[in-house]
């Protein structure tokens, strides 16, 4: 950082200057700050950018590592779609700089449209801070088809070992009966439609809540479950936040 960044940053500013005191950082960082997606445009890379807003705006040191980064694609009557799922780990700094993994590494998706990789991979960044940032929990994510085979897996370090199948069982329910696992219990107690299904099932069904349709054009074309929190809602409230990005 310059001397003259430095009397930018220090000194008491106005938003405006602010911002243009994190652009001059971001321009002093280049080229090594720069990253280059799957279409070749280029970009800022995500942890220099929150650096920069640290140092001028004092809002913590706090900063992410993306651990993988996949692109799973999805063959349906409509064609296909893409789906960028994101790994990151959140971290903050002590006083000796030193990285404190003070949140869980988490997971996220993101819909990929018009082609555009680049923002697809940006928004599973998002999804999946948002979701270690607020919950603190660490759960698996499965993602399936119509017909409730698993296009992918993601787990969180630190999800219990059986977590996949609770997750699995979510999304194969959630796509075959078209409905969210949650609030399925109703259904199948005795003379009910669904009566004792998930026995009849050999345990491959659940009415545990953590399991949605994914929904296009009034169809079920998949379907997501989560699971391995020991608060259910928390596994819901995941999979209804993945839900709302596959069908964006």
Known sequence: MTDTTKKLVGTPQTIESKIKAVNKILREGEPHNISTDYNGFTGYTPQFIIDAMNAVFNIGGWGFDEMSNDIVIQQTEKGQFQLAISQVKVWLRDIDGEKLDTFPTAWGQGRVTQGNIGDARKSGQTDALKKAKELGTFVTTVIVDDHGSMLALSRMDGA???????????????????????????????????????????????????????????????????????????????ALEAKKNLEA
């Open 160 to 238: 219990i070992h059986i977590s996949p199948k609770f997750a699995h069982a979510k999304a194969y329910t959630s796509a075959n009966l078209g409905a969210p696992t949650e609030g399925l219990a109703q259904y199948a107690g005795e003379g009910k439609p669904y009566f004792d299904f998930t026995a009849l099932f050999g345990g491959k069904m659940t009415v545990i809540a953590g399991g949605f349709p994914v929904v296009m054009h009034g169809k079920v074309i998949g379907a997501v479950g989560v699971g391995g929190s020991t608060d259910v809602s928390q596994d819901a409230q995941c």
